[in-house]
Nanobody, 122 residues
Framework: QVQLVESGGGLVQAGGSLGLSCAAS????????MAWYRQAPGKQRESVAA???????NYADSVKGRFTISRDNAKNTVYLQMNSLKPEDTAVYYC????????????????WGQGTQVTVSS
């Protein structure tokens, strides 16, 4: 089994910055895509940013130029650096990873973190 543990959420004023981390552990052979999603109250979950195993990135239009996704493959960890935060960024942020496992060998599964609250005050 694989688990994703998120950290770094909190309360910040508009214009401020916050960094999120997500570490994967367990029966991991390799991790392909890692990504961040978010869900605001009463809203659908949306993709924020994604990064491939080779480092290619994609961002939602709403966060381009403000957020940066990165990863450390040796640590099986993905990061989201959030700058120039706006009240509309307030949401629960979820880490995602597409994992090839060692148990079962060669299995391919999608995993989600527990979510971490980010609140941006005006």
């Amino acid at each position: 089994q694989v688990q994703l543990v998120e950290s770094g959420g909190g309360l910040v004023q508009a214009g401020g910055s916050l960094g999120l981390s997500c570490a994967a552990s367990g029966s991991i052979f390799s991790i392909n895509t890692m990504a961040w999603y978010r869900q605001a109250p009463g809203k659908q979950r949306e993709s924020v940013a994604a990064i491939s195993s080779g480092g290619s990135t994609n961002y939602a239009d709403s966060v381009k130029g403000r957020f940066t996704i990165s990863r450390d493959n040796a640590k099986n960890t993905v990061y989201l650096q959030m700058n120039s935060l706006k009240p509309e960024d307030t949401a629960v942020y979820y880490c995602f990873a597409a994992v090839t496992t060692t148990q079962p060998m060669g299995g391919m599964f999608r995993y989600w973190g527990q979510g971490t609250q980010v609140t941006v005050s005006s």
